[in-house]
């Protein structure tokens, strides 16, 4: 049970500009995190296309407390449910995913349940007669999450009655979301070619913080940039320059400016983007083959305008990355004040060729592997952080850059894509979060 802080005392860890460095250290602090924030956000689960047959399902957790799985009953309906037995509290599914075909049979005492949740048989049942037990109360149900939607194949779900539909909470930055599924010629992308799961020995917050921090790439990716360089350079011209590797790593190398003018726009509950117009992916080459089939399903025009709207990084804040232009999404699960896992998730584009999906592949291998050129050092870095920030040298970290710059549109800020404006963004959602404002 974490120490009871007071509203005031979390709203003095978040200033406009300044972070209290008990965020990354308290466990106090992160057990609140788990309640307010992962309890009350819609968190990501999974995507549909994981549990395509009647009984599949797929296990997760959505708070690092709490686990939770998704499954498909006979009416196509996708739940989410508490993992847990009704009778003991027993978790009653231990795989990460596979079919059950009648019902979920808990290990312990055999009670058992439908694809919906609802108790379908308990063993030896007479023992029960007569003693006031309803075998037919909601109570005897494997238990549903507060709210469940679907948005394009993506499932959330939230601990939280309060939380506005998911459309509402998702905001403008439902664009990328849409984008990723609109790149598909059939408008629709199911999930392949497996996951990558890696884990880290730091804060969960570090990720998000770095998914549009364009200040890092140059310098922290900088040798990997180089030995793609000197390698390229290597290759006779026969070989061709213009590689998908070559097309993936080099823009990690750009120059300030060009990050400058990909710009930055955050919205409310803390998501934001990099890019629009262009990002890191906007030079990559356009396969002849995709080409024609977008063109067929959506004529030139349209397919232009999804090509064009470019971003690199999105933050559903808390939980879900995704990177529309490349058809991958990054999923975060706090596991303690110091540790988290992320799973790379790839999508096949239906309808495009296969040639598609290898990129898509290609990209996660380089850039988010445990075992790739790039994200290895994203990781060595947040470890630094981590570790510098238990000193007693100061109790701050900074993100000053462009503040009062930004600028308020409708339903948007948007900024310099160098800024801190990523910073501000979820730093208002999370101290809304936590101090109770959020769905006020
Ligand atoms: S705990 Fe599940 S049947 Fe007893
Ligand atoms: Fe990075």
Request: glycine share 8%; hydrophobic share 35%.
């Amino acid at each position: 049970m974490a120490q009871s802080i007071s509203n005031s005392e979390i709203a003095s860890l978040v200033e406009p500009a300044r972070l209290h460095k008990r965020l990354y250290l308290d466990p106090d602090i992160f057990e609140l995190e788990m309640e307010r924030i992962w309890g009350q956000a819609w968190i990501f689960i999974g995507h549909e296309s994981q549990v395509p047959q009647t009984g599949d399902f797929f296990t997760t957790n959505i708070t690092h407390k709490i686990p939770v799985v998704m499954v498909r009953d006979k009416s196509g309906a996708v739940h989410v449910l508490h993992n847990r037995c009704a009778h003991k509290g027993a978790k009653l599914v231990e795989k990460r995913e596979g079919n059950v075909r009648g019902a979920f049979r808990c290990a312990y005492h055999g009670w058992s349940y439908r694809h919906d949740g609802s108790l379908l048989k308990i063993p030896n049942e007479s023992g029960y007669e007569g003693t006031g037990f309803d075998l037919n109360s909601p109570c005897n149900n494997m238990q549903k999450l507060a709210q469940v939607e679907s948005y394009r194949g993506f499932v959330f779900a939230t601990l939280s009655p309060e939380a506005p539909d998911l459309k509402t909470w998702l905001g403008g930055a439902v664009d990328c979301l849409d984008n990723l599924c609109d790149r598909a010629p059939e408008g629709e992308v199911e999930v392949a070619g497996g996951v990558l799961r890696y884990e880290h020995d730091c804060n969960w917050k570090f990720i998000l913080e770095n998914l549009n921090d364009t200040m890092h790439p140059m310098v922290v990716h900088q040798s990997v940039v180089q030995a793609a360089e000197d390698y390229i350079a290597s290759l006779p011209e026969s070989a061709g320059k213009k590689r998908s590797e070559a097309e993936i790593i080099l823009p990690f190398g750009s120059s300030y400016e060009n990050f400058e003018n990909t710009g930055i726009t955050g919205f409310r509950y803390g998501h934001h983007y990099d890019g629009g117009k262009s990002s890191i992916h906007a030079d990559y080459s356009v396969l002849p083959a995709y080409h024609e089939a977008m063109v067929k399903a959506y004529g030139e025009e349209r397919t232009r305008e999804i090509y064009s709207f470019n971003t690199h990084n999105t933050l559903y804040y808390p939980s879900l990355t995704i990177k529309s232009a490349v058809q991958n999404i990054r999923v975060v699960r706090p596991l303690s004040v110091n540790r988290f896992v992320v799973e790379t998730w790839s999508f096949r584009l239906k309808g495009a060729p296969d040639e598609m999906l290898q990129r898509t592949l290609l990209y996660s291998r380089l850039i988010n592997s445990s075992a790739s050129m790039v994200g290895p050092d994203d990781l060595e870095v947040y470890r630094r952080a981590q570790e510098g920030l238990e000193s007693n040298a100061s109790d701050w970290v900074e993100y000053h850059r462009q503040y009062g710059r930004d600028q308020q549109l409708e339903d948007r800020v948007v900024g310099g894509g160098t800024g801190d404006l990523d910073m501000r963004t979820q730093y208002k959602a999370w101290r809304e979060y936590m101090t109770g404002e959020i769905f006020q």
